[in-house]
Nanobody
Framework: QVQLVESGGGLVQAGGSLRLSCAASGRSLSSYVVGWFRQAPGKEREFVAAISRSGSNTYYADSVSGRFTISRDNAKNTVNLQMYSLKDEDTADYYC?????????????????WGQGTQVTVSS
């Protein structure tokens, strides 16, 4: 099975940028669809973005579309989430997750492997 570790979280001012990384070990990440989810205090976990196995297809939640970019480097076994124009409401713990579905899925229950999360705090 694959193990996932997120990094890159931190404190940023509103309007700023952050780049989150998800590093995999144990197996090649190229066999997995990878998604990013987030969970704010007191709220349910929500889908943010996902990328297909090859990287040719991506999908974003409406709330981040146009501001976030997901990408992957299968040679380095990593998936990144570049976040621009951050807003207060982007404050959350961010998790990367992987599944072996054929296509991109947005439901968290479809993801089998999860990282421990990285915290993003946006201050205004």
């Amino acid at each position: 099975q694959v193990q996932l570790v997120e990094s890159g979280g931190g404190l940023v001012q509103a309007g700023g940028s952050l780049r989150l990384s998800c590093a995999a070990s144990g197996r090649s990440l190229s066999s997995y669809v990878v998604g990013w989810f987030r969970q704010a205090p007191g709220k349910e976990r929500e889908f943010v973005a996902a990328i297909s196995r090859s990287g040719s297809n991506t999908y974003y939640a409406d709330s981040v579309s146009g501001r976030f970019t997901i990408s992957r480097d299968n040679a380095k076994n990593t998936v990144n989430l570049q976040m621009y124009s951050l807003k207060d409401e982007d404050t959350a713990d961010y998790y990367c997750a992987a599944n072996r579905e054929i296509t991109i899925v947005t439901m968290s229950r479809k993801y089998d492997y999860w990282g421990q999360g990285t915290q993003v705090t946006v201050s205004s």
